[in-house]
T-cell receptor, first 114, second 111 residues
Framework: SAVISQKPSRDICQRGTSLTIQCQVD?????MFWYRQQPGQSLTLIAT?????????ESGFVIDKFPISRPNLTFSTLTVSNMSPEDSSIYLC???????????FGNGTRLTVT | SQQGEEDPQALSIQEGENATMNCSYK?????LQWYRQNSGRGLVHLIL?????REKHSGRLRVTLDTSKKSSSLLITASRAADTASYFC???????????FGKGTRLHILP
C-alpha cells in the first residue's frame, strides 16, 4: 500500500500570508485528493488534483484561494492563500488508484492562522 | 458536502463488548468504505463493500450494506482499547470519481 508523506505536519501562520503543503507518495498513483478537516469533525473534499492539468474543485473552493499543483503521479501541493483565521484546520492529502480501491492518507497538516 | 450520516455520533462501551455503527446515505452508490482515524493521525482504510454485496468480513470487522435502505453498518466484535478512534463511512456515487466522507462516529472503549 502507498505511503504518503505530508509536510509540514503543523504550522502557525499570520493572516494574509500563504502556506504551501507538500504531499509525496512513495509510488505512482492515479488519484490524489485534498481534504480539510476541522478537529473532531468530518472531512470535506477541497479538490481532486489532476496530473498535468488543472485541479477539479468542489463547491465552495476556488483555485485562487487553494491553488493545487500535480506535476507527476507521485507529488502534489496545496497552497492556502491569503490566509484568515477561518482557514485554521487540518489539511489532509490522500491518494489511490481508483474509487474502487482504498484511499491512503498522510498524517495531515495542522494549520493555525493568527 | 456530506453524503453519509453516521449514527451514533459518539459511542462508549466496555472493552470486550461489540460496537455497532451505522451509516446512511442519500443517493445511489458504487461502493461504500469504512475508515478509522486515531487522534491526530490520517485515516486508515478498513473495508470496502460494493453495491452488489450485502456483507463482508475482515478479522473482527463485519460490514453490511442495504442498498434498499441506503444504509450500512460496521460491527466491531470483542472490542479492545486500541479500537478507540473515530470511524467514518465514505461513499462513491455512480458515475463519480470522488470519495465523500460521512460525519463519523467517535468510539471510546472503556477499560
Amino acid at each position: 500500500s502507498a505511503v504518503i508523506s505530508q509536510k509540514p505536519s503543523r504550522d502557525i501562520c499570520q493572516r494574509g500570508t500563504s502556506l504551501t503543503i507538500q504531499c509525496q507518495v512513495d509510488s505512482q498513483v492515479t488519484m490524489m485528493f485534498w481534504y480539510r478537516q476541522q478537529p473532531g469533525q468530518s472531512l470535506t473534499l477541497i479538490a481532486t488534483a489532476n496530473q498535468g492539468s488543472e485541479a477539479t474543485y468542489e463547491s465552495g473552493f476556488v483555485i485562487d484561494k487553494f491553488p493545487i499543483s500535480r506535476p507527476n503521479l507521485t507529488f502534489s501541493t496545496l497552497t492556502v492563500s491569503n490566509m484568515s483565521p477561518e482557514d485554521s484546520s487540518i489539511y489532509l492529502c490522500s491518494a489511490g488508484d481508483s474509487v474502487w480501491s482504498p484511499l491512503h492518507f498522510g498524517n495531515g497538516t495542522r494549520l493555525t492562522v493568527t | 458536502s456530506q453524503q453519509g450520516e453516521e449514527d451514533p455520533q459518539a459511542l462508549s462501551i466496555q472493552e470486550g463488548e461489540n460496537a455497532t455503527m451505522n451509516c446512511s446515505y442519500k443517493t445511489s452508490i458504487n461502493n461504500l468504505q469504512w475508515y478509522r482515524q486515531n487522534s491526530g493521525r490520517g485515516l486508515v482504510h478498513l473495508i470496502l463493500i460494493r453495491s452488489n454485496e450485502r456483507e463482508k468480513h475482515s478479522g473482527r470487522l463485519r460490514v453490511t450494506l442495504d442498498t434498499s435502505k441506503k444504509s450500512s453498518s460496521l460491527l466491531i466484535t470483542a472490542s479492545r482499547a486500541a479500537d478507540t478512534a473515530s470511524y467514518f463511512c465514505a461513499t462513491t456515487m455512480n458515475r463519480d470519481d470522488k470519495i465523500i466522507f460521512g460525519k463519523g462516529t467517535r468510539l471510546h472503549i472503556l477499560p
